[in-house]
């Protein structure tokens, strides 16, 4: 994102480490362990985070509580980005993030362990700086309140993606289960030319191919799919192409 790229991957709430090769391997750039919806705890979510490091990509998370100490066992596990859902203000936002960093730039607990090579390599002190740049901060615009907000919520330090949720900013609209919408469409574009102004990048979800581009020609930077449905679909569609053809 940081070279102008536009950046793909998955959402998953199946804890599988196999299905996270599977999407190294398929070509996505990251997989995003959905701990917000469903089953995932930290000890489900490890042998995830090592698929994917293994497949070389990144491992991200989304993690329900907007608790810091929840957020920290993801972390200390070794991801490489949080995302913080349903952000309506900016103080939710600086809590959020603050939560991913050390001191001076936030209140991440040190504890050294995994994400400190189990202290067999650099200091905890040489570390912690590089730690803290390497998780990509993600927060989530779900609201229609956060609307009238949105420029504080920029402001925020260390503020990397403005993720647009449209499934619960339909539903802030009264419009469940329309994500879709004009209006949905409208504000989240809206949210997409301000972050451009501010120097954020932003993503948001994508259905099949042809959404996915124009998403993309929307200006989104990071497009995410959700891979139980991807999976469910294919299913569908190979089970219905059998049936019909007999």
């Known amino acids: 994102m940081a070279a102008g790229e536009t950046v793909l ?3 998953l709430g199946i804890g599988s480490p196999q299905i996270v090769e599977m999407l190294g391997l398929a070509g996505f750039d990251f997989v995003l362990i959905d701990a917000e919806h469903g089953p995932i705890s930290p000890e489900t979510a490890y042998p995830m985070i090592l698929a994917a490091e293994a497949r070389g990509i990144e491992a991200f998370a989304r993690v329900g509580e907007l608790d810091k100490q929840v957020m920290l066992k993801y972390l200390d ?13 900016a103080a939710q936002a600086e809590t959020a993030i603050a939560a991913t960093k050390y001191a001076t730039r936030g209140n991440r607990g040190l504890a050294g362990g995994r994400v400190f090579d189990f ?9 912690a700086p590089r730690i803290d740049d390497g998780v990509l901060n993600m ?8 609307l009238s907000e949105l420029d504080a919520i920029l402001d925020t330090p260390d503020l990397d993606v ?4 449209p499934n619960d900013l339909a539903q802030s609209l009264g419009m469940p289960g329309q994500p879709n919408h004009q209006d949905v469409t409208h504000i989240a574009n809206q949210v997409v030319a301000r972050c451009k102004a501010r120097g954020v990048k932003t993503g948001t979800t994508f259905g099949d191919e042809k959404s996915a581009h124009e998403t993309i020609e929307r200006g989104f930077d990071m497009l995410v799919a959700n891979a139980p449905s991807v999976f469910a679909k294919s299913l569908q569609t190979l089970v219905n192409g059998i049936r019909i053809q007999a």
């Open 9 to 11: 991957g998955c959402f």
């Open 77 to 89: 596990l070794g991801i490489t980005g949080l995302m913080a859902p349903q952000i309506s203000n």
């Open 119 to 127: 202290g067999l390599r650099d200091t905890a002190g040489e570390m």
């Open 139 to 146: 927060i989530q615009f779900e609201h229609i309140d956060a």
């Open 162 to 165: 403005l993720f647009v949720g």
